[in-house]
């Protein structure tokens, strides 16, 4: 069983050496699975593609290059996309940050619950003993809220955390979500492409689950990527597009 490894970087030279060793030394424990790296390089401007390339002869690893910054979205459908071009039906599709706040030894517990029968799991913020380390009051207050008014829009049993960028996802249930829907699987380039996706599938009607999880802010090393105001904007366009779907149908 291979474990395709999602990874969309922009500006992390001082994250991505450290995660990949850390997710090799998770998934290698276990002589079950086999990890492939898919690395997207989202034009980064510092030294992040040559810390990537300098460790291509140490672990399997796909690299997809950006000339320029393209955003979270785009990435994450070109990621997608390569797994998909290496994804057997009974492999597992991980996503997660590459700036350090999602930290590797959750992918285990991801791993177990979808061997246990769930197509897409997610590593939640909102599920008892998760926690958020090192983000602002105001920032927590507004993903909070956010995931209030999401439970109540689109209520998906057993989701709380619609945003989390963390997840595993069945192979077979990414193969034939592609199918699908095809190239235009994603069409929001910016954060709001996982909500986005996440409402996608739940249209679908695959199983869902949570784990428990602690985002680690403190961890990051890098600046922060997200404009709030433009990912509020755009955000708030899924959600409309979403409540016309469904007044539609």
């Known amino acids: 069983m291979k474990i395709l490894i999602v990874l969309c970087c922009y500006n992390e ?7 990949l060793n850390s997710i090799n030394v998770v998934i290698s424990n276990s002589k079950y699975y086999k990890s492939i790296f898919i690395v997207v390089d989202d034009g980064s ?7 990537i390339h300098a460790h291509m002869n140490h ?11 393209m955003g979270l979205g785009v ?14 039906r009974e492999d597992i599709i991980i996503c997660l940050d590459a700036d350090n706040t999602h930290r590797p030894f959750y992918i285990l517990h991801m791993i177990r619950m979808i061997k246990e029968g769930f197509d897409f799991v997610i590593a939640s913020r909102y599920r008892c003993c998760s926690r958020i380390v090192g983000l602002s009051l105001f920032r927590r207050s507004i993903s909070y809220f956010l995931s ?5 829009a689109f209520p998906i049993k057993g989701v709380r955390d619609y945003t989390s960028g ?8 990414f193969i034939d979500f592609r199918k ?7 069409i929001q380039e910016g954060f709001e492409s996982t909500l986005e ?41 899924v959600i409309k597009s979403n409540i016309l779907d469904k007044l539609l149908k």
């Open 59 to 69: 672990y399997s690893i796909e690299l997809v290059r950006h000339k320029k910054n």
């Open 180 to 186: 699908r829907f095809g190239e235009r699987f994603l």
């Open 13 to 19: 030279q001082d994250n991505i050496e450290g995660l």
């Open 197 to 237: 996706l996440l409402l996608k599938f739940n249209g679908l009607k695959y199983s869902f689950c949570e784990i428990p999880f602690i985002l680690r802010y403190d961890m990051k090393r890098s600046v922060s990527k997200m404009n709030l105001i433009k990912t509020v904007k755009s955000t708030l366009l």
């Open 75 to 88: 990435s994450l459908r070109d990621g997608l996309n390569k797994a998909l071009s290496l994804c057997c």
């Open 166 to 173: 963390f997840r595993a996802i069945r192979g077979s249930a």
């Open 148 to 152: 209030i008014f999401l439970r109540g």
């Open 45 to 51: 401007e510092d030294g992040t593609y040559d810390r």
